[in-house]
């Protein structure tokens, strides 16, 4: 007994010392890590499928580079929770393409300037390739668009465990979408031993079919029930649809009223609803946001004849009037212009705007403006220009990216500080003239991001009817149409091209196009490398007179350089004509150049540079450009 007491005391104290420096060793790691040392090196080893630059490539350690060394990038570092991040990442990659079986383990070492070495051990194990996707389940009506989801799962494919989970969520969405919100659907896999095949299973048991129940608003401050009830595109005892829920939940938010909206199953006494509610309830929670509102703005913007300018702004109004979504909102603005001897008011304005949401109980709402700019006398000019704007309009949602908008707008000018005899050569020389107008545009946006857009596509389509049987001192049709396209590739790089059509056409005995209303080109926007509204037809005295024929196309490289930087490369192609008859593709002007964006919360500003390439009768050289927001 003795023997063995001794033997124990032995063994806790050879337990309790021995292991002091493995503890003590470990609290200086763990001291170490908590430092967040500098990232030296990332060595991978076992990968034989992937490179050594796709495993560095997806994890977050990554070495300091000769950007970091001169501090035009963050320098990397190691965190606590690199491990886990930097597993996850090379996991997925391995998974993804049919390496299920694959470990992955990651240590760091201490190098002797007390950096991180990140060391990566990677056995990939066999990789898998699917044989067949299926569904053994009598799918009914619902067998073409289950099939469809279902050929995610390409035969021949490597197996991707996560796109089979995707497959089985959209399936689900079908039924749910369809009236089966309870639709159970799972997915199974059968692996061959000896083999690299597998098989997809997908077994569907779609429960039965539900209705809305009805819906109940959440106590509302300054807002009538109906307001947002009115919103939602289901009504009791329709069909359940989940897409349906989160399409009214975005319509209510599309209102302006609300700063949070939820749309949910209304749970009765706090308990959950029944597995099989066939018609439940919901309830429908917002949290409204104040009905006055003031706001003031200032910053650089753009003008349609100037490509940087300053903007001073107020606004104040109402969102809420009487709790049912009518909004009214007066604005005071004035536009300066900047990078010139001495800044001067380019224009004044003062707004008021009507909007009613539901206009004779149609969702379509109708907007009401009455704007006022008074005269701004110019540096070179003693007659002032004031004109007065009365317009109406509508706008509808095609879809979720489409739009539909139209309207009619009124226009008074007076002009004083002239004599009444140089009064209607001076209208004419202007383009200033009283002008009715009907309007009409179309627009489908799939942009990801509308300040820095990588992919999808802006189309716009835009006509007027000036004059005519609405009356006015002018009569002419306009078209511009407007298509833009965004794709990613290779990393980060974003090709971006634009093109661009404008036509405009005198309809009256007098085919006189007012110049306010003809095309102007060159600068930052269209053609760059050539000043603002330098290219096309002049007038006698020399001054940019417009033409009633554009044409423009624009080619961009975009790609993220350090910090909050990037850079372009682009081609700027087009010109403008007096007519159809006067079009010559050899008199296309061509520039070329390169540009440097800071991208801003409000949006990027960018300094470009553009060379004159082809450039006609122009003189050779280039021009810098300083610009908010990309040219498109």
Do not use: C
Request: hydrophobic residues 35%.
């Amino acid at each position: 007994m003795r023997t063995r007491t001794t033997t124990l005391l032995g063994f806790l104290i050879i337990l309790m010392f021995g292991s002091e420096p493995a503890l003590a060793r470990r609290g200086e790691f763990e001291k170490w890590i908590s430092k967040k040392p500098f990232i030296s090196e990332v060595q991978v080893s076992g990968n034989k499928f992937f490179s050594d630059g796709d495993i560095k490539g997806a994890i977050r350690s990554k070495s300091n580079g000769f950007w970091q060394s001169v501090r035009l990038r963050k320098r990397h570092r190691l965190k606590k929770d690199s491990k886990s991040v930097d597993l996850a990442a090379v996991s997925y990659l391995y998974r993804s393409n049919g390496f299920i079986f694959a470990t992955i383990e990651e240590e760091f070492e201490v190098a002797p300037d007390s950096t991180a070495i990140v060391k990566i051990d990677i056995s990939e194990g066999r990789r898998l390739f699917v044989s067949s996707s299926y569904s053994p389940t009598d799918l009914g009506s619902f067998t073409e668009e289950v099939a469809h989801h279902m050929r995610q799962i390409e035969r021949g494919k490597p197996f991707n465990p996560y796109k089979v989970s995707q497959t089985t969520f959209d399936i689900k969405t079908v039924y749910a979408n369809k009236g089966y919100p309870y639709a159970d659907v799972r997915d199974s896999v059968l692996i061959y031993e000896d083999s690299d095949s597998a098989d997809v299973l997908f077994v569907v048991d779609r429960g039965p079919l539900t209705l809305f129940g009805d819906v109940q608003v959440d106590s509302l401050k300054y807002t009538v029930d109906h307001t947002f009830l009115r919103e939602l595109i289901f009504k009791p005892g329709d069909i359940y649809s989940r897409q349906r829920i989160i399409d009214s939940r975005q319509r209510v938010y599309s209102t302006g009223l609300a700063s949070y909206v939820d749309l949910s199953v209304q749970n009765n006494d706090g308990e959950s609803p029944s597995e099989h509610d066939v018609r439940p309830d919901f309830l429908l929670k917002v949290l409204e946001r104040k009905p006055k509102f003031a706001n003031v703005r200032t910053g650089a913007g753009q003008d349609i004849e100037q490509d940087l300018v300053w903007d001073l702004g107020v606004e104040f109004g109402n969102r809420n009037i009487s709790g049912k979504g009518r909004q009214v909102r007066f604005e005071l603005f004035s536009s300066f212009l900047v990078f010139v001897d001495e800044w001067r008011v380019l224009k004044e304005r003062f707004a008021f705007d009507y909007t009613e949401p539901w206009f004779l109980k149609i969702r379509l709402p109708l907007n009401l403006r009455f704007a006022v700019e008074p005269g701004i006398r110019s540096k070179t000019q003693n007659y002032r220009i004031s004109r007065i704007d009365l317009g109406l309009t509508t706008a509808k949602d095609l879809s979720k990216v489409t739009r539909i908008a139209g309207g009619v707008a009124y226009e008074k000018v007076n002009i004083t500080g002239i004599p009444a005899d140089q009064l209607e050569e001076l209208k004419k020389e202007e383009g200033i003239s009283v002008k009715r107008k009907l309007l009409i545009s179309l627009e489908r946006d799939t942009r990801n991001n509308l300040l820095l857009p990588i992919r999808g596509s802006y189309f716009r389509l835009d006509a007027q009817y000036v004059g005519g049987f609405l009356g006015g001192d002018d009569s002419f049709v306009k078209f511009t149409s407007n298509l833009s396209r965004y794709q990613n590739f290779y990393g980060s790089n974003v090709y971006a091209w634009n093109y661009r059509f404008g036509w405009v056409e005198g309809t009256g005995d007098d085919p006189y196009v007012p110049t306010t209303d003809r095309y102007y080109f060159g600068g930052g926007k269209t053609l760059r490398g050539y000043g603002a509204n330098d290219v096309g037809p002049l007038t006698d005295e020399g001054e940019p007179a417009g033409g009633r024929v554009l044409l423009q196309t624009n080619q961009e490289i975009r790609r993220p350089l350090f910090w909050k930087f990037w850079g372009s490369v682009f081609v700027d192609v087009g010109n403008i004509f007096e007519d159809f008859e006067y079009i010559k593709f050899s008199e296309l002007l061509v520039s070329l150049g390169a540009g440097l964006q800071y991208v801003s919360p409000v949006g990027p500003v960018r300094l470009d540079y553009g060379h004159r390439l082809v450039r006609g009768p122009y003189d050779q050289g280039g021009q810098f450009h300083i610009s908010i927001l990309y040219a498109f």
